[in-house]
């Protein structure tokens, strides 16, 4: 168990839904990812937080946004969904802001978009 | 764009033997390369990660190479055990300065140890 916890598990909608993706980080972890995880293009860095604000953008589509609360959880909304958001979305915490530091997993989301 | 390539093929080792998985690069060098675990339906576990100044990291029965010259990093794993089993996936971080770093994954190599 990391201790990043993500919620839900799965998420089966429908296309032009929307959704929200919640991560919960480690315990004192200032840093949350998002990643999106497909079988064809791998695992892909979307964006990253620190302490409340926006530190490192990856390849996030304009559907997608994020964001992190005072209490350092951090929400993925994803919107106008198409078949091929079809996904696992992967948090990761750490501690500091650099992506030097080890990176600790949830065990992610799984979305289905019918 | 930087692209990585990792065996797209499954890698089968008997138990006990040392396995090695192949990280190769393109375009420039990363300020650091990540090798991470992953099981089946889970999120990705890190193992080592290694730095451009360095040639080689261990921990353990694990040992992380790379060679900047060859755009490469060798992953090992000595005295192999079934439990090993899993797709290993190396990640670096490009020497980009600012909101534009970020890390890149390799697709993984997905490494079968057999009793």
């Known amino acids: 168990d990391s201790g990043v916890t993500q919620t839900p598990k799965h998420l089966i909608t429908a296309t032009g839904q929307r959704v929200t993706l919640r991560c919960s980080p480690r315990s004192g972890d200032l840093s949350v990812y998002w990643y999106q995880q497909s079988l064809d293009q791998g695992l892909q860095f979307l964006i990253q937080?620190?302490?409340?604000?926006?530190?490192a953008k990856g390849n996030i589509l304009e559907r997608f946004s994020a964001q992190q609360f005072p209490d350092l959880h951090s929400e993925l909304n994803l919107s106008s969904l198409e078949l091929g958001d079809s996904a696992l979305y992967f948090c990761a915490s750490s501690e500091r802001e650099g992506f030097a530091d080890t990176q600790y997993f949830g065990p992610g989301t799984r979305l289905t978009v019918l | 764009s930087q692209k990585i390539e990792q065996n797209s093929e499954a890698l089968n080792i008997q138990e006990g033997k040392t396995a090695t998985l192949t990280c190769n690069y393109t375009?420039?060098?990363?300020?650091?390369l990540q090798w991470y675990r992953q099981d089946p339906g889970r999120g990705p576990v890190f193992l080592l990660l290694i730095r451009e100044n360095e040639k080689e990291k261990r921990k353990e029965r694990l040992k992380v190479t790379f060679d900047t010259t060859l755009k490469q990093s060798l992953f090992h794993i000595t005295a192999s055990q079934p439990a090993d089993s899993a797709t290993y996936l190396c990640?670096?971080?490009?020497?980009?300065?600012?909101?534009?770093?970020?890390?890149?994954f390799g697709t993984g190599t997905l490494l079968a140890v057999q009793p």
């Open positions: 937080y620190y302490n409340g604000e926006e530190r």
């Open positions: 990640a670096l971080r490009m020497n980009y300065g600012g909101a534009t770093n970020k890390l890149i």
């Open positions: 375009n420039y060098s990363p300020a650091y």
